[in-house]
Structure formats: C-alpha cells, structure tokens
C-alpha cells in the first residue's frame, strides 16, 4: 500500500505562486510515475502534469504549460508542483497521484492507483 500526503496550497491572488508537494510512503519511490490532477467545483478531474519515475519525461496539459513545473526529488519521496502566474480558472482541488506502472505516463486518472488526500488552491481575481 502505498500513501500519499500532500501539503501546500491556499489562497492566492492572479499573477501569484504556489508550491504543492506530496511524500509517499509504503513503496520504493523510484518506480512510481507520479502526476497531478485537479478538480473544480462540478467538472471532472482533470489531468494536469505527470513526471516519469526518473523526472526525466514530463507531460503537461496544454492549460498550465509554461506556468506550472513538475519536479521530484527521489531521495526525499517527494514530488513538487511549481504553480506560477495562476489564474482563476486554476481554482480547484488538487491531487497527487501515483502508477504503479513504472515505465507510464499517462494522463488518464483511471490509470493511476493511489491518491493523495487533496489540497484546495483557490486563485482570486
């Protein structure tokens, strides 16, 4: 089993930063594909970054590129997500994601096997 706990996020107005993160435990970090999603009130979750076991592979939603930077610090089972110039429509809660499937990186949430507890990010005019 593997668990995943994320901190970070809050308020903050457009144009601001935020940092999330999330530490697993439970299994070797170094083989899971880690991604972020998100969830706005009455919208489906919504997949916005993933990052290969080895943070070498990147993919992001065409919504946050240039803004958002995912990174992972292995040592430290710890993945981060970087948010900067956000936006309103960037309001949702967010969730940290793990794939079991080491060589993945997939943007389809069905596809990824344990879920952080989610952290709200909600972003003022």
């Known amino acids: 089993q593997v668990q995943l706990v994320q901190s970070g996020g809050g308020l903050v107005q457009a144009g601001g930063s935020l940092r999330l993160s999330c530490v697993t435990s439970g299994r070797t970090f170094s083989t899971l594909t880690m991604g972020w999603f998100r969830q706005a009130p009455g919208k489906e979750r919504e997949f916005v970054v993933g990052?290969?076991?080895?943070?070498?592979?990147?993919d992001y939603a065409n919504s946050v590129k240039g803004r958002f930077t995912v990174s992972r610090d292995n040592a430290k089972n710890t993945v981060y997500l970087q948010m900067n110039s956000l936006k309103p429509e960037d309001t949702a809660v967010y969730y940290c994601?793990?794939?079991?499937?080491?060589?993945?990186?997939?943007?389809?949430?069905?596809?990824?096997?344990?879920w952080g507890q989610g952290t709200q990010v909600t972003v003022s005019p």
């Open positions: 994601a793990a794939d079991r499937n080491t060589f993945a990186l997939d943007n389809d949430p069905t596809n990824y096997d344990y």
């Open positions: 990052i290969s076991w080895n943070g070498l592979r990147t």
